[in-house]
């Protein structure tokens, strides 16, 4: 169950920086040792080396992608940027089935309007982490209106968890 979780939109961008620097200077250190060994290793003097450079970079990408699933994933300089992943892919799920939330909502789901207001806090949150106010504020009207229909119906508007449940039973319905 993911939930969400507060953050400084400066210290957040601050800390994804700085992980996506070092992550992309190992990996460049990597594709340039990897493709260097191979044309040590296997490429000929003055000849056509591509092939064994473009090998090692490949080679690269495939052990960062190792080192960032099994190491560095649950590193503490990693936590702003898995948590925006995290935050990111769950707004995903959501989006993937927004016609039918969308269908429930007017219908007067509750289950439905909880998980659109999860989507609207989670979506809220990520442009602010951003830094994108200009698309945030594009959405207000409709994010303020759907509050005021769940304090209308009694429902807590503080959906900050989002229940894998509430995604089934639409994905049944459909």
């Known amino acids: 169950m993911f939930e969400i979780k507060p953050w400084n939109?400066?210290?957040y961008r601050q800390q994804t920086r700085r992980s996506t620097l070092i992550i992309a200077v190992g990996f460049i250190v990597l594709a340039?040792?990897?493709s260097a060994l191979a044309v040590l290793l296997?490429?000929?003097p003055g000849g056509d080396n591509f092939r064994y450079n473009l090998g090692g970079v490949i080679a690269a990408v495939i052990v960062?992608?190792?080192l960032m699933k099994f190491k560095l994933w649950d590193q503490p300089w990693m936590a702003a940027a898995v948590y925006g992943w995290q935050l990111k892919r769950?707004?995903?799920r959501v989006t993937n089935v927004m016609h039918q939330v969308t269908?429930?909502?007017q219908a007067g789901n509750p289950q439905a309007m909880k998980l659109l207001r999860f989507y609207h806090l989670g979506l809220t949150q990520m442009h602010q982490l951003d830094g994108n106010s200009s698309s945030l504020s594009q959405m207000v009207h409709e994010i303020d209106r759907h509050k005021e229909s769940m304090q209308a119906l009694g429902l807590d508007t503080e959906q900050n968890r989002l229940d894998p449940q509430w995604l089934a039973v639409l994905k049944a319905k459909a």
Request: net charge negative; hydrophobic share 50%.
């Open 64 to 66: 960062s992608a190792a």
């Open 42 to 44: 296997f490429g000929t």
């Open 90 to 92: 769950n707004l995903m």
């Open 9 to 11: 939109p400066e210290t």
């Open 32 to 34: 340039m040792g990897l």
């Open 103 to 105: 269908d429930a909502v």
